[in-house]
């Protein structure tokens, strides 16, 4: 068969159900042998969107998202869809087509070495000099995407490589030489972590991705609840933990929980759980953490120490490494006081912030809208963000009840992402409601996949929070730069509404709380995809608020 049926098998063999892509020249046998596959291509309208719904079927199915490009801008119009996906460790398998083996090198027409661009921001990469390597080098890239610490993994192949008529054989079993991911628990040092729990006055959980991403989070919960312990997450561990239970206290971090960002400082004892301590979350890495032991569990033993020095190094799954400590904890721990001062100066924190930090006197604001938009989804549904104001008010005032359906761009940062993220995270769970918290200097980005949404019959909510300001480099213009606005104008350009009904989607907009309201539940009935245009005002910041190069007890609350 040739190279291109043959990654189309392959793919079959590793259960694809759902590919993301675009055609073009170098990957047109591919398009062609795709007319008989056996699952789903939704085509996009820009590669971008493509990495970024095959990111967002990736977190739901904590599996790897697939999305095809052609050569040269096709390929890299994906790469950063690739750095988000590696930035925040989602498993996505990106198939490149690439000029004939005989051109590469040569300037060709839609040439670009997109292996030496994507190695920096992928776990790995690919390119089949012949077409009897396609089948193997399938299996292994989905192999290291998803294994160990997730990440992206590209597969670049030539054009006559997909061509090429050749025997296949498709192998049951690979070996990456190499490659031997860490992930059962390292029990050496858990003795040291027991003690060091069952010696501290003030512990703290600080739970990061890797608990969303190995899925850990009845583990999570049973040592919280165990030693009762409250919990903070990092923003990207937001959702590790339900947020209305009464050990939560939500993320900590440049746009954190008030109470979270004291709570943690005042700590003696922080098990950080699939966290890496980045910068958005604990502010200066020398003064974060003095006088505390630290117990980190990765998966990845790069992350051990990278940022911070830690008293104890659990290096494997975290999953694993949770059931241990608790199996080992169990057997030790000593019935704790129901009056622990610990668990009352929680709640002294949470009731001092409730009182302390205002909202807007709006009808509609930032705040009220996010807690609307809660009280009327089911607790199971799906929440992706932009990335801006949009995102950090999400991080404040959106609880995630059902651990695992929150997710952002967090460590990229990358503008765009959550509204394409929200069509691959529906196309993973169609019978759920999926919702893209934005703002509308992020939706600007990717609108054009409201496209997708609805010829392929995804339909999304997009909350669209519209102050026609590129609403987060506003409100440092404000808070830094004396009100010097440049560039953060959008001069009420344009009419969601309107865009919305071009596409054949339901555009709705919402100037009362009354008619917000309406507008959700209107939402969840649609079988189009909703975008809710929501005016808020230009000047609503988001507090509290840490600013860059300064440490969380530098927290400004605007209060």
Known sequence: MTGAKALIQALEKEGVDVVFGLPGGANLPIYDALVDANFRHILVRHEQAAAHMADGYARIKRKAGVCFATSGPGATNLITGIATAYADSSPILAVTGQVPLAMIGKDAFQETDIIGVANPCTKYSFQPRSAAEIPEMIKKAVYIAESGRPGPVLVDIPK?????????????????????????????????????????????????????????????????????????STFKGKGAFPENHPLAMGPIGMHGHAEANKIILEADCIVAVGARFSDRSVGKFDEFGKGMSIIHMDIDPAEIGKNKSVDVALVGDVKSSLRTLVKM????????????????????????????????????????????????????????????????????????????????????????????????????????????????????????????????????????????????????????YNRRY????????????????????????????????????????????????IPIDPEEDVYPFVAPGTGLKDMITGA
């Open 160 to 232: 006559d490589v997909q061509q090429a008529t050749v025997d296949m054989k498709f192998p049951e079993l690979i070996k990456v030489r190499g490659y031997n991911p860490n992930v059962e628990a390292d029990l050496s040092e858990m003795v040291r972590a027991v003690e060091l729990l069952l010696n501290a006055e003030r512990p703290i959980i600080m739970a990061g991705g890797g608990v969303i991403l190995s899925g850990a989070f009845s583990e999570l919960q049973a040592l919280a609840e165990l030693v009762k312990i409250p919990v903070v």
């Open 329 to 480: 904890l169990s057997k030790k721990m000593i019935k704790k006081d129901s009056d622990n001062p610990w668990l009352k100066r929680r709640k002294e924190l949470i009731q001092y912030y409730a009182e302390t930090l205002k909202d807007y006197p709006r009808e509609i604001t930032a705040r009220k809208s996010l807690k609307k938009l809660r009280e009327l989804l089911p607790a199971n549904a799906i929440v992706t963000t932009e990335v801006g104001q949009c995102q950090m008010w999400a991080s404040l005032h959106f609880d995630v009840i059902t651990p695992g359906t929150f997710f952002s761009s967090t460590g990229l940062g990358t503008m765009g992402f959550g509204f394409p993220a929200s069509i691959g995270a529906k196309a993973a769970r169609p019978n759920v409601p999926v919702v893209d918290i934005a703002g509308d200097g992020s939706f600007n980005m990717t609108e054009n996949s409201l496209a997708v949404s609805v010829l392929d019959k995804l339909p999304v909510i997009v909350f669209l929070m519209n102050n026609y300001m590129l609403g987060m480099v506003a409100q440092w213009q404000r808070t830094f």
């Open 486 to 533: 440049s560039g953060v104008h959008q001069h009420n350009c344009p009419d969601y509404v309107k865009i919305a009904d071009a596409y054949g989607a339901q555009g709705i907009r919402a100037e009362s709380m009354h008619e917000l309201e309406k507008a959700i539940k209107a939402a969840l009935k649609s079988d189009v995809a909703t975008v809710i245009d």
